[in-house]
């Protein structure tokens, strides 16, 4: 195929050939210019036919147990007949380690199911831009006609709130009686969740999943929710086991149905889009100061000049943007 034909890509994905769909991704994710000037029409393309999936995302803290219970609500949606597509929002770098390609292997079931889509995000790069591609990825898995999108963050930190700033449901899954209460999750996280999800809850770890669950419905009573039409929920399922899966997605459904009646998905959406948009303008603007030669000229030195206390940072800042702005 002619990687310059972007008509292919777009008949590809609409008509749900499962190979066009990654290679559209692939381009999206690609640093090229012409790469990205192509992806860029293939977007704007594609957009008409997006927006009818349920967006949801999920974090946890690492040995949570998120692959397998992704492979457990994926399997079970695809076995009533949905089509899922998991992505995953990863800005790995050598100090938090490789790629998620590992938790392909471990979602294997889910991903030889003809129904069901993965996609590890790319290793390295800021989380501003990772974020960016997994949207344009998800808008590509909603034309190839995927109806149920997961996004998942590699563990804990800044990635929950660029997952939250793209779904339509936020679910925090939790270990059972991990000793600290907030489990190393911080107070943001969970004030960003629609429902929370205590996982492992079998066998030795019943109980205190059990005693997890109570925990965190009282945490939650302190907290003031996000929705005026929805207060978050904590649930507890054994992925191994496909207990308490059917539940949560009844909750997923139950607040798809709240907040489209009230119009809060709807505004959500847009205000995200508008989000979305000024992220995209910062990424560009931040991109084209450090490029222009009046600036790349002056760094070096100003940034040694700051860390010798030979002037502030909000001088040195001062003289990079006047140069930039004369440039």
């Not at 050598?94 to 199911?113: F, H, N, W, Y």
């Not at 804990?156 to 779904?167: D, K, L």
């Not at 039409?229 to 059917?246: C, F, Y």
Request: proline share 3%; hydrophobic share 40%.
């Amino acid at each position: 195929m002619n990687t310059t034909d972007h008509q292919a890509y777009i008949d590809g994905v609409l008509n749900r050939e499962r190979r066009l769909v990654s290679k559209t991704i692939t381009l999206i994710e690609s640093s090229l210019g012409s790469h990205q000037e192509l992806a860029r029409k293939i977007i704007d393309s594609l957009l008409p036919h997006t927006g009818k999936a349920i967006r949801l995302g999920i974090t946890g803290v690492p040995g949570v147990g998120k692959s397998t219970f992704i492979e457990s609500l994926g399997m079970a949606l695809v076995k009533d007949g949905h089509r899922v597509a998991v992505l995953a929002v990863d800005p790995s770098s050598p100090v938090t380690g490789g790629s998620i390609l590992g938790d392909k292997t471990r979602m294997e079931r889910l991903a030889q199911e003809e129904r069901a889509f993965i996609r590890p995000s790319p290793s390295g790069g800021s989380l501003g831009g990772v974020a960016h591609r997994t949207r344009e990825a998800m808008l590509v898995c909603e034309a190839a006609g995927y109806d149920v999108i997961l996004v998942e963050t590699v563990g804990i930190g800044q990635s929950e709130v660029a997952v939250r700033s793209m779904v339509d449901f936020f679910l925090v899954l939790l270990q059972p009686g991990a000793g600290d209460e907030l489990q190393g999750i911080k107070k943001g996280a969970l004030e960003l969740a629609d429902a929370l999800v205590v996982n492992k809850a079998d066998g030795g770890n019943l109980a205190a999943a059990k005693r997890t669950q109570g925990e965190h419905t009282q945490a939650l009573g302190l907290l003031r929710p996000q929705s005026q039409h929805w207060k978050p929920v904590v649930l507890a399922v054994s992925s191994l086991e496909n207990r308490g899966i059917d539940e949560v997605w009844g909750t997923i459904l139950e607040h798809s149905a709240v907040l489209g009646a009230s119009g809060e998905r709807a505004g959500r959406r847009r205000e995200q889009a508008r989000a979305w948009m000024w992220s995209l303008v910062e990424e560009g603007l931040r991109r084209a100061f450090r490029s222009a030669p009046s600036v790349a000229g002056l760094v070096d030195d100003l940034e040694r000049e700051v860390e010798s206390l030979r002037t502030t940072p909000a001088a040195a800042a001062r003289v990079l943007l006047e140069a930039f702005k004369n440039s």
